[in-house]
Structures are given as structure tokens and as C-alpha cells.
């Protein structure tokens, strides 16, 4: 299986921060890599896939790049309703893997 | 738009069969991939395995012994098994789709909490 890493687990910000959040594969994926974010008692959404393209709907601030095994989220200003904890996943091989999470917090 | 809904017993006893159908509505479950992820609480997300439209399955290696993944196209539906449950297996159970290899889950159910104890 191919193991994701993120960091960090979790981050303290105020609104309008600009938070980076970094997603590792344990081998190269290519561009096969998804970011979801969760809120509590929901489910996660999904707000960029192959690494850099939006889902529809999600805002601007949200970006991805990377490829290979190294990718990040940016959010570039954060908003109150971005408090959330993120997930990177990868859809190279299967079985398809998460990370641990990152959860974003309100400083 | 596609909405997916899961149902099933919210308690299972040890060593019993977990059961859950996903209800898919606004689009066709005979097109593109159907997918079961769990998360136990407070922790994060792990795959449990797939059903294509084809009707063959994927599935984890860490739970392929123990799960077995089903399609109804009359009424839209799949489902999960699980067989032999213990309290590892206590999680808020997802199903999602997939569009093709590569695809990433982009419509998820909200989750069903499904609880092993005696």
C-alpha cells in the first residue's frame, strides 16, 4: 500500500492567514492526488483532484500543486468557515489511502 | 445531481455481520464505480472496497476476508457486508463514488454510525 504523510497533524490560524498544508506519498503518484476537507459530523468534500484542478463550486483561495510524492494545499486567505480538518488521498494504485488529516484551527 | 444515502443497523453485536445498502438517486448506479470508506471515531478514513459498474469488486486487503460488496440495479443500491465484527469495527461507515481509475470519490453519502458492542 502506499503510505501518505501529511503535516502537520494539526495548525492554529486567524482568518485571513494564508496556511500551507503538505501532503508526502511513500512512492512517486504521479498527479493522482485529492484533497478533501471534513467538518465535524460531515462528510468529507472534495475540493481538488489531480493535484491542482477544482471541484466545482470551491473557492478560489483553495489550491493544489505537486506531483511526483510531494504535493500542497494552499489556502491563501482563510475564512471562518475554513476551520476544518483536511485530507490528502491518492488515487494512483489500490487500495486508495488518505492521509492522517490536518486539522485547521481557530488561534 | 446525484445523492447517495446510507441505512443500516446502527448496532452490531461482536462477532455478527454488519449489513448497509447505499441508495444512489439522481443518476444511474450502472454507470461508474461505487465505493465503501469507513472512519472510526476521531481517527481518519480508510478504504474498505468497491463495486464496478461492471459488477466486479475491489477490495482491501487488510478487510477482503471478512467483506463482501453487492449491487442491486433494480432498486440503485449496493451494499456491504462485513462479517465477524469486533469493536475495531465500530466507525461512521461512507459510501462514495468514483468516476474511472484515477477518479477521485467525488459524491459522498452523509455517513451511518455503526456501533459493535453486546
Known amino acids: 500500500d502506499i503510505q501518505m504523510t501529511q503535516s502537520p497533524s494539526s495548525l492554529s490560524a486567524s482568518v485571513g492567514d494564508r496556511v500551507t498544508i503538505t501532503c508526502r506519498a511513500s512512492?512517486?503518484?504521479?498527479?493522482?492526488l485529492n484533497w478533501f476537507q471534513q467538518k465535524p459530523g460531515k462528510a468529507p468534500q472534495l475540493l481538488i483532484y489531480?493535484?491542482?484542478s477544482f471541484q466545482s463550486g470551491v473557492p478560489s483561495r483553495f489550491s493544489g500543486s505537486g506531483s511526483g510524492t510531494d504535493f500542497t494545499l494552499t489556502i491563501s486567505s482563510l475564512q471562518p468557515e475554513d476551520f476544518a480538518t483536511y485530507y490528502c488521498q491518492q488515487s494512483y494504485s489500490t487500495p486508495p489511502t488518505f492521509g492522517g488529516g490536518t486539522k485547521v484551527e481557530i488561534k | 445531481q446525484v445523492q447517495l444515502q446510507e441505512s443500516g443497523p446502527g448496532l452490531v453485536k461482536p462477532s455478527e455481520t454488519l449489513s448497509l445498502t447505499c441508495t444512489v438517486s439522481?443518476?444511474?448506479?450502472?454507470?461508474?464505480?461505487w465505493n465503501w470508506i469507513r472512519q472510526p471515531p476521531g481517527k481518519g478514513l480508510e478504504w474498505i472496497g468497491k463495486?464496478?459498474?461492471?459488477?466486479?469488486?475491489n477490495l482491501s486487503p487488510s478487510l477482503k476476508s471478512r467483506v463482501t460488496i453487492s449491487v442491486d440495479t433494480s432498486k440503485n443500491q449496493f451494499s456491504l457486508k462485513l462479517s465477524s465484527v469486533t469493536a475495531a469495527d465500530t466507525a461512521v461507515y461512507y459510501c462514495a463514488r468514483d468516476t474511472g481509475r484515477w477518479s477521485p470519490f467525488d459524491y459522498w453519502g452523509q455517513g451511518t454510525l455503526v456501533t459493535v458492542s453486546s
Open positions: 512512492q512517486s503518484i504521479s498527479s493522482f
Open positions: 489531480a493535484a491542482s
Open positions: 463495486i464496478f459498474y461492471s459488477g466486479s469488486t
Open positions: 439522481g443518476g444511474s448506479i450502472s454507470t461508474y464505480n
